[in-house]
C-alpha cells in the first residue's frame, strides 16, 4: 500500500506558474507508475499526466501538452507537477495517484487533492 500526500496549490493569475508536489510512503516508490489527474466543478476527473515507474516514459492530456511537466524524485518518493501558462480552464482540485501498471486505466492509490485556482 502506498499513501499520497498533494502540496503546492493556491490561487495564481492567468499565466502564472504553481508546482505541485505528491509525497508517497508506504511501499518502495519505485514500483508504482506516477499519475496526475484533476477535476473541475460540476466535471468530471479528467488525465492529466502520468510517468512510469523510473520515469523514463510521459503521457500528457493534450490540453496540458507543452505548458505542464511531470517527474519524479525516486530516492525521495515525490513526483511533481510544473505548471506554466495557467489558464482558467486548469482551475480544478488536482490529485496524484500511483498504480503498479503502467498507463493504467485504474489507478489504485490517490491523494486527498490539492485546489488550483487561476484568475482571469
Known amino acids: 500500500q502506498v499513501q499520497l500526500v498533494e502540496s503546492g496549490g493556491g490561487l495564481v493569475q492567468a499565466g502564472g506558474s504553481l508546482r505541485l508536489s505528491c509525497a508517497a510512503s508506504?511501499?518502495?516508490?519505485?514500483?508504482?507508475?506516477m499519475g496526475w489527474f484533476r477535476q473541475a466543478p460540476g466535471k468530471e476527473r479528467e488525465f492529466v499526466a502520468a510517468?512510469?515507474?523510473?520515469?523514463?516514459?510521459?503521457e500528457y492530456a493534450a490540453s496540458v501538452k507543452g505548458r505542464f511537466t511531470i517527474s519524479r524524485d525516486n530516492p525521495n518518493d515525490m513526483v511533481y507537477l510544473q505548471m506554466i501558462s495557467l489558464k482558467p480552464e486548469d482551475t480544478a482540485v488536482y490529485y496524484c495517484?500511483?498504480?503498479?501498471?503502467?498507463?493504467?486505466?485504474?489507478?489504485?492509490?490517490w491523494g486527498q487533492g490539492t485546489q488550483v485556482t487561476v484568475s482571469s
Open positions: 510517468i512510469s515507474h523510473r520515469g523514463g516514459s510521459t
Open positions: 495517484a500511483a498504480d503498479s501498471t503502467w498507463l493504467t486505466t485504474q489507478y489504485q492509490y
Open positions: 508506504g511501499r518502495t516508490f519505485s514500483s508504482y507508475a
